[in-house]
């Protein structure tokens, strides 16, 4: 049975809905080397300005970080730098026009530590640095579960840092810096990111891939159960004016869908549906206006490609006006990232 990659599909095909909505997708990584996401290990400027120039008019993408080319000395603290410095030269590459119409990494997401406390404020001064126009904000994941069966891949791997007074104190130095916190956390924790949320009120967070549903492992079999924790975790999230979502990361495996296993890869009509519960609950919950469709690849790649994704999204969305697809397609995402073309 096939698993992703391109050949695989390119079994399903479809003809681009609405072609002209215009969409910033605010979320995609870059990387090379990266052994942990086979099929597609390599995911650089070209892979994405192919999936950019399949048929939908993406104008523009924000890159998030993906631990992926660190610097290889120097302060531990200082490391990620080398990443904003990579992705710089890749959005620089994007602005020729050489790889077609769209910017891509027009907005940067880095990452730094924000369990330095005040000391974190260097690494994001260094950040800057490496990109005057178009560093954004950072991602310090906190994903985090008691459970050895679920795959934890942060960086900072403890329990409870949104509530430590270190991880507080760094997010006040970025909200003072008037830059971003991407908050990627498992479904369980969203709770501790609402009364974080509140304890920073000033600090912009952007809540990742509705608010990290799970449901293999101790959550597999468990539906009502965890899309009753889920609901209201992305309800207490919602009623906190300082968090926006994003809605996308249902490709991963981890979300408990079967798309990745099948012999043909599943098609945009299909894929609306089922996943417009969790996406409609979400625009329900925040609004339109604090909702952004994202992509997330080339990790949801081994679940559907980026046309497909796109026309679900399409197809998901038809009811609502033509001012909250906007929103959802591109112009919240345009505002928070402040995607300058």
């Not at 290889?72 to 119409?101: I, N, R, T």
């Not at 880095?110 to 490496?130: S, T, W």
């Not at 126009?133 to 960086?155: K, L, M, Q």
């Not at 099948?262 to 979400?282: F, Q, V, W």
Request: with cysteine.
């Amino acid at each position: 049975m096939p698993f992703g990659g391109n050949d695989w599909l390119a079994l399903t095909q479809e003809e681009t809905l609405e072609p002209e909505i215009p969409i910033c997708d605010p979320h995609h990584h870059f990387w090379d080397h990266r052994l942990a996401r086979i099929p597609f290990q390599k995911y650089l400027l070209q892979e994405l300005a192919d999936d950019m120039n399949s048929g939908h008019n993406v104008r523009s993408t924000v890159f998030v970080e993906a631990r992926s080319m660190y610097r290889a000395g120097g302060p531990d603290e200082m490391k990620p730098v080398g990443e904003v410095e990579f992705v710089q030269g890749l959005a620089a590459a994007s602005a020729s026009g050489l790889y077609g119409p769209g910017r891509a990494a027009a907005s940067i997401v880095g990452h730094a530590n924000l369990n330095l406390g005040d000391g974190v404020k260097p690494v994001l001064e260094a950040l800057q640095a490496a990109s005057p126009n178009r560093f954004r904000g950072i991602r310090h994941s906190v994903t985090w579960d008691p459970n050895p069966d679920i795959e934890n891949t942060a960086a900072h791997n403890q329990e409870g840092q949104m509530s430590s007074d270190n991880f507080r104190a760094g997010a006040k130095v970025l909200a003072g810096m008037g830059l971003s916190l991407e908050g990627w956390m498992f479904f369980p924790q969203m709770f501790e990111l609402a009364e974080f949320a509140k304890a920073v009120p000033d600090l912009q967070i952007i809540l990742c891939h509705v608010g990290g549903l799970l449901r293999y492992g101790p959550y597999g079999g468990r539906d009502e159960e965890v899309f009753d924790t889920w609901r209201k975790g992305i309800a207490a999230a919602a009623e906190c004016p300082n968090i926006v979502i994003k809605l996308g990361g249902l490709g991963m495996p981890s979300a408990g869908f079967d798309w990745h296993t099948r012999n043909t890869p599943i098609g945009s009509e299909e894929l609306a549906k089922d996943s417009a519960p969790i996406m409609n609950y979400c625009i329900e919950q925040f609004g339109p206006n604090r909702c952004m469709f994202e992509s997330n690849f080339p990790v949801d790649k081994v679940s559907f490609s980026y046309h497909v994704m796109w026309n679900a999204f399409k197809h998901l969305s038809k009811d609502y006006s033509a001012s909250e697809r906007a929103d959802m397609f591109h112009d919240v995402a345009a505002r928070i990232y402040n995607v300058q073309y």
